[in-house]
């Protein structure tokens, strides 16, 4: 006989002993490999004891070789106290549904907020939102991570320059900042048009303000297209007393120049890359503490090569991120394509890339004027190009000044 410390969890069983010598039923059932502890003598045939529920098997086993009345006085822990739950079928039911209720109520949109933008852009924005299913009452699972959503509204809203969005709980916190105010901020500020690069003139024309270059003039880079002063052919040349009386401009105009790129680009002769066929699978999975359940699509597809993306969505109770989430993963077909070009394809091909790049670094409303291949020459496999360009672009920036300037 020994002391031992209750277990919840498993459950304890106080039982009573009556008969004679009750106390040597105990030291039968430590030889029998029960852990018996607090063990009170009543009287001189009454004995209680405590027993780990797990050893009732054993302990009906010693029963059967004695004359002793076993007697079940309280059952306490884990397994009876479900026991009783079970038998409370209504409690159960309801308590299952106010935790179902509360599940869905702590994955739900419950504010969405904008801040930072006036009222026109908010409302564009709040209108972005409720097609992309940001909205109250919508659950969040329908929803993209708030990395997509700020993405897709700098897309679809050309007037923001810049939005974050931040997701606390059951609300998400958008602030943005807008291209039209900073640049209706720098077209009321007085200041000049300057040169943003090296050029030849070949158009002007002036809204606001004095135009200090002519046609077929050259000019570097800061240098003055339109001054913010009125009536001044040479601005440097000008009384500076005369033009510190004058009240500057906004100058506002275009001034198009002539401006000369040269790009340098390699096209191999043969090309190796990943394809998509098309073919795809679905399958999905609960991420349970790390450890992913399949839940539907168990098979694995016979592809030969692929390319796996997976979406989670994470789920909440009340402000807590609960262990489990849900993941979808879909699973692309790849093929490996080998493609060979002749001289003429990859010299086509180059011209093409060479293009694209250009595109992405002068303005929208530029012209390619004029494109000339300098060099050409096969190597290694490799078609190697080297481009002149000559683009037709407005070259202006603002240049804000003061009256004391």
């Not at 009222?119 to 659950?139: A, M, T």
Request: proline content about 4%; hydrophobic content about 35%.
């Amino acid at each position: 006989m020994f002391y031992k410390k209750k277990n919840w969890f498993s459950g304890t069983l106080t039982i009573k002993v009556k008969g004679d010598y009750p106390e040597l039923f105990f030291d039968l059932c430590t030889r029998n490999g029960i852990a018996v502890w607090d063990i009170r003598k009543l009287d001189r045939t009454t004995c209680y004891g405590d027993i780990d529920l797990r050893d009732l098997p054993k302990l009906r086993k010693v029963k059967r070789k004695t004359i002793h009345k076993i007697y079940f006085e309280t059952k306490q822990g884990f397994p009876f106290l479900l026991k009783h739950t079970l038998y409370q079928k209504p409690l159960l039911i309801g308590f299952m549904i106010a935790v179902c209720f509360i599940f869905l109520l702590s994955n739900m949109v419950w504010k969405v907020d904008v801040a930072g933008l006036d009222e026109e852009i908010e409302n564009k924005v709040f209108e972005q939102l409720q097609d992309y299913g940001v909205s109250p009452g919508n659950f969040q699972w329908n929803i993209g991570s708030p990395g997509d959503i700020q993405e897709q509204l700098i897309k679809d809203i050309p007037e923001l320059l810049w939005i974050g969005v931040t997701k606390r709980g059951t609300a998400y916190h958008l602030e943005g900042v807008e291209k039209t105010r900073v640049e209706k901020q720098e077209e009321d500020a007085p200041g000049h048009l300057v040169a943003t690069k090296e050029g030849v003139i070949v158009d002007i024309y002036a809204e606001k303000g004095q135009p200090l270059v002519k046609v077929n003039d050259v000019v570097a880079k800061n240098d003055i297209l339109i001054s913010a002063y009125l009536n001044n052919t040479d601005i440097e040349e000008t009384d500076e007393e005369h033009i510190n009386e004058q009240t500057p401009l906004a100058a506002q105009g275009e001034v198009i120049a002539k401006v000369w790129y040269r790009s340098s680009i390699t096209v191999p002769l043969e090309d190796q890359y990943d394809v998509l066929s098309g073919e795809t699978s679905v399958k999905h999975y609960l991420n349970m503490f790390n450890f992913l359940v399949p839940v539907w699509n168990f098979g694995n597809p016979e592809y030969k090569d692929v390319q796996v993306e997976a979406e989670e969505q994470e789920f909440y109770f009340l402000n807590w991120k609960i262990p489990v989430s849900y993941v979808k993963q879909t699973i692309r077909e790849k093929e490996e394509i080998l493609e060979k070009r002749t001289k003429e394809e990859a010299k086509k091909l180059a011209l093409e890339q060479a293009e694209r790049r250009l595109r992405q670094i002068i303005p929208l409303d530029a012209k390619i004027e004029d494109e000339k291949v300098l060099h050409e020459r096969e190597e290694n496999g490799k078609v190697k190009l080297t481009i002149y360009y000559t683009v037709l672009e407005d070259i202006t920036k603002r240049q804000s000044i003061t009256q004391g300037d």
